[in-house]
């Protein structure tokens, strides 16, 4: 039974993932990191994907890693990190917390360079962390480096390592498909097209990556949106000016510094006609730098069923359930209204569970929560 602090964690340490997966930039996934840190009385925090076979190493993310170290480990130590050998070698489970001086007995990397040069060099004695599987065929790395005087992972913090690096796994498994979308621009097209919603994509200067159809609709004839020699425009003038200061947009393209997404506004046609927009901080590739979502304020208010069968991988049965679960069904109702067995809609509402990476009902409506927009009537103001 978990403590009310320990859900209150967990909670929060689900937005701060999938906060990062709204980004789609891995370094987002900082907060999250220190978040795990924190819990277990870590120093630092370490994701990164490792080769089995192979001295491959990619880093995602860190936190509070030293100036200096992460370059030293990078340049002579990565290619050579024998703590997944040890990690295969004691036969410990993928997602299974482990920690030096407990389940990993640490002798074999002793007389190692490793050990006898970056851990002393940095004043480490122990580690802990997690290995898990990913679908593209690495290896995903939670380390957590402690100090000499910090001692060794406590047995109660287990559980927390495997449930944060469940999270982990999901949240780079969902920008690695991103990725793959970098040079395949029809495919990208085509998914945005099937969206109920609009969607437009634009890079630091403003201008139109990539437009779905429902997008492309509020331009010109009245409509909330309009098209200045390829940049995106707004029929009201300091609606524009507004979300061009804030989102730092500039004839000069440079990075942006800070990705800062301003708060929902309104936009509306000629007609009335009112439109909420959502502003995501997106690098889909390496030129898109924002996401804008456009919803029709009278269209059917979109549920979260969609946005969580892509995270989570679903099966079409596993959609089913899962979208009546997030209207108030029970598992006897679903299987009335399936055709099903109850025992069947409590396997597949598990195995749901099991690819959200969630542990009950109040996580699940919160991580769902996380894709119902706030379709307000009654907000009128076009940006706070």
């Known amino acids: ?13 689900i937005d701060a993932c999938y906060a990062a997966t709204l980004a789609n930039d891995a370094s987002a996934l900082s907060p999250a990191l220190s978040m795990v840190a924190g819990r277990v009385g870590a120093a630092m925090a370490l994701l990164q994907v490792m080769q089995p076979c192979g ?27 024998p703590w997944l050998r040890l990690f295969l070698s004691n036969r410990l489970h993928w997602g299974q917390a482990a920690s030096t001086g407990e389940e990993i007995d640490i002798s074999p990397v002793i007389n190692t360079g490793y050990y006898n040069e970056f851990w002393r060099r940095w004043g480490l004695l122990h580690t802990s962390g997690t290995f898990a599987e990913l ?13 000499a005087d910090a001692g060794t992972l406590q047995r109660s913090h287990q559980d927390d390592l495997a449930f944060a690096t469940s999270h982990l796994v999901r949240v ?49 004839n009245g409509g909330p949106l309009r098209s200045n020699g390829g940049a995106l425009g707004f029929r009201d003038d300091d609606t524009e000016q507004r979300l061009r200061r804030q989102l730092e947009l500039s004839p000069l393209y440079r990075r942006i510094r800070s990705r800062t997404a301003p708060d929902p506004f309104v936009v509306s046609a000629i007609n009335g006609r009112r ?17 804008l979502l456009f919803f029709d304020e009278k269209a059917p208010q979109p549920d979260a069923t969609a946005a969580l069968a892509v995270l989570g991988a679903l099966t079409t049965a596993e959609t089913g359930v899962l979208q009546r679960v997030l209207l108030g069904l029970n598992s006897s109702e679903i299987a009335r209204q399936r055709g099903t067995s109850p025992e069947t809609v409590r396997s597949q509402i598990k195995s749901i569970m099991q690819k959200l990476g969630v542990h009950g009902q109040s996580e699940l409506l919160r991580l769902a929560s996380r894709y119902r927009p706030p379709l307000t009537a009654d907000d009128t103001e076009p940006m706070g």
Request: glycine share 10%; hydrophobic share 45%; net charge negative.
């Open 275 to 291: 439109w909420m927009v959502f502003v995501l901080p997106w690098q889909c590739t390496t030129s898109d730098q924002w996401a």
């Open 135 to 147: 679908a593209s065929g690495g290896v995903l790395n939670l380390g957590l480096p402690r100090f």
């Open 1 to 13: 039974m978990f403590k009310s602090s320990d859900a209150a964690w967990r909670l929060e340490y």
């Open 55 to 81: 001295p491959a190493v990619e880093g995602i993310a860190s936190w509070g890693f030293p100036d200096g170290m992460l370059e030293d480990y990078g340049a002579h130590f990565a290619a050579d990190d």
């Open 172 to 220: 780079v498994s969902i920008q690695q498909r991103l990725g793959a979308l970098q040079a395949d621009n029809e495919r990208r097209q085509s998914i945005l097209d099937r969206l109920d919603f609009g969607v437009v994509l634009i890079d630091g200067k403003g201008r139109i990556n990539l437009i779905n159809l429902n997008a492309e609709a509020l331009i010109g």
